[in-house]
């Protein structure tokens, strides 16, 4: 007499595809994300430009590049507002607000309080709401995950802040940043619903307009005329096109099949690229934390490879 056991069943082999495809596409997107700080310190160099008035032509580049690739599909757009309306304006908006307040955060207390407070932020409430919301706590995967990008989030962004620049208004500044991080994790959570039914280039699209309108009334405060240079030019257009049309797409695309604190631990290369960028191309000196927050954020990320289809909320 033989005995047998119960096997789980494997996922499909598409399910995993879709899945690491997924993670991959977001992976990028953190990657991209991870070039725009270089791009807006020399942007800031050469113009003078205020960061919101960098964000808002980021975004308005971006949209209107999209509205360009998208105009034989207004309809689509179209009756994705008639269908979602408030999911998606909800996006845009957040897209724009959580820029803003990341920005104001930097002013007001600093770099090192505004990255490692929004962007620590925003994977740990996204994990929070996901697990509220299964009524189950989150596996030991997926805590050691969280507790390793967090750390080594720190770790980068503590060593590359410049301890020279005054903090006016710490208090502020940090509820800015913590502003800045609610509201990435809610739109992240939002967009992930939303891209369930919408296909990446018009959630893309619809959120890249509402959000530059969002921040077009703050940025003429602060002044949004821009030198029309070659340098100032190229840019801007890296910023709207490569860093938010392409990225937005790639991480709404991505959203389909990767849940929204694992994609906020992704993203959380965006730092990690940003420093490295600034070794190689702006000769900065490369600290021990910040090879050590690295490779934190790194085993944090090959961590979300190894079972991508894997639940760990169990």
């Known amino acids: 007499m033989s005995l047998s056991r119960t096997v789980p069943p494997a996922a499909p082999a598409t399910t995993v595809r879709s899945a690491r495809t ?18 807006v310190q020399l942007l800031r160099d050469s113009t003078g430009l ?3 008035s960098i964000g808002f032509h980021r975004l308005a580049i971006a949209a209107l590049v999209l509205l360009a690739c998208t105009a034989g599909r207004l309809g689509t757009i179209l009756a994705a507002l008639r269908a979602a309306p408030v999911p998606l304006l909800l996006t ?64 980068i962004t503590g060593a590359t802040a410049d301890p020279s ?10 509820l800015a940043a913590a502003g800045s991080g609610l509201g990435y994790a809610v739109t992240t959570l939002i967009s992930r619903e939303v891209s369930q039914r919408t296909g990446p280039m018009t959630l893309t699209t619809v959120s890249t307009v509402v959000g530059a309108l969002t921040l077009a009334p703050f940025a003429l405060v602060a002044g949004a005329s821009v030198p029309v240079r070659l340098d100032a030019v190229a840019l801007l257009l890296h910023l709207g096109v490569v860093t938010t049309a392409v990225a937005y797409a790639l991480f709404y695309a991505g959203l389909r099949t990767t849940e929204g604190s694992v994609a906020a631990v992704l993203t959380l290369l965006e730092p990690l690229t940003a420093a490295a960028l600034a070794v190689a191309l702006l000769h900065e000196p490369l600290p021990l934390p910040v090879s050590v927050g690295g490779v934190l954020l790194l085993t944090a990320v090959a961590a979300t490879y190894l079972a991508p289809d894997r639940d760990d909320t169990r």
């Open 22 to 39: 997924g993670l991959i596409q977001i992976t990028v997107t953190g990657v991209l994300w991870g070039t725009t700080g270089v791009a």
């Open 50 to 52: 205020s960061p919101v």
């Open 92 to 155: 845009g908006i957040g897209l724009g607000l959580y820029q803003a307040l990341y920005f104001a955060a930097v002013a007001w207390a600093g770099v090192s309080v505004a990255t490692v407070v929004s962007l620590g932020l925003a994977p740990v409430l996204a994990a929070t709401w996901e697990s509220v919301r299964a009524r189950r706590l989150p596996g030991p995967l997926r805590l050691g995950t969280l507790v390793a990008a967090v750390a080594g989030l720190a770790l």
């Open 165 to 174: 620049v005054a903090a006016p208004a710490p208090l502020l500044g940090l």
